[in-house]
């Protein structure tokens, strides 16, 4: 799996604060864990991006998990992502086919529905977690976490969100930017950085033709200053002794219940799809320790 990473970076004389991000190792791996279809790889990609971007956002444990819930057949999309450039993520149908839409692209908008709303929470280690919500604008996404910034953050920004599937289905590149205007630029400034980001090609495009992260912000930005570069991994929490932690949650006449009815258990992960198999002698072993 190639190496994926994020950069964050001021310009403007520390006016605009920009990110952009390279995912494609990541979501490949995803794609191939969850067998996900071009429409909903495409989908979970762009929703990735955002969560690495925006958990750069953060600092030190902090966390965050974005779910996507619109009136699309593809269910909800929940990603999570940290300070620590680890996200993981999840589509609630993978195997959703769609044609593609009327300019010939993958129908994300159509996946995901033009009616619902996405949902940010960031676990700031305050006692209650911080949560927002704004309403689907389009079910593109970039536009949807576009307008999250605008209402629930008061930040004027500019999402861009990608992803190029090949013909195999395989990811050929996925990523994204996220540019922040700062207090104290000019109209002219403002106007100036609204033509570059109109004109601007896909950010696929520029990715496929083998421009870098970095070379795609020095596009849009004059004078980028490179602040930070933090590699970006896949990684899920789950284990046999979580999900047996799981299990035991439960309670005594649930996994009786799965021991009399099938004699063994089977807990897929939602995130990185494992599968935890319980034998029916490790399941009498549960039901011992919490008699």
Known sequence: ?????????????????????????ILEELRA????????????????????????????????????????P???????????????????????????????KLDVSGAVGREGFIYIIKDLGLKEPYSGSTP????ELGEDFTYYFAKSEQTPSAVALGVLVDTDRTVRCSGGFIIQLLPGLSDDEIGELEARLSGLPPVTTLMDEGKSVEEILEVLLDDVVIRDRMELKFRCKCSQERVEQTLLSLGRDEIQGLLEDQGEAEVVCHFCNEKYHFTGEELQGLVEQLS
Request: aromatic share 4%; glycine share 12%; net charge neutral.
């Open 74 to 104: 593809i269910g909800q999309i929940v990603v999570d992502a940290n300070a620590s450039g680890e996200v993981r993520g999840y589509v609630d149908d993978p195997s959703v086919e769609l044609p593609l839409n009327a300019v010939g």
């Open 136 to 139: 689907i604008v389009s079910g």
């Open 1 to 25: 799996m190639q190496q994926d990473y994020l950069i964050r970076a001021t310009a403007l004389n520390g006016q605009v604060r920009a990110f952009a991000a390279n995912m494609t190792g």
């Open 33 to 72: 864990r969850h067998h996900t279809t071009p429409v909903a790889t495409a989908a979970l990609g762009r929703t990735l991006t955002a969560g690495a971007m925006m958990g750069a956002m953060l600092k030190g444990e902090e966390k965050l998990t974005i779910r996507v819930k619109g009136d699309g």
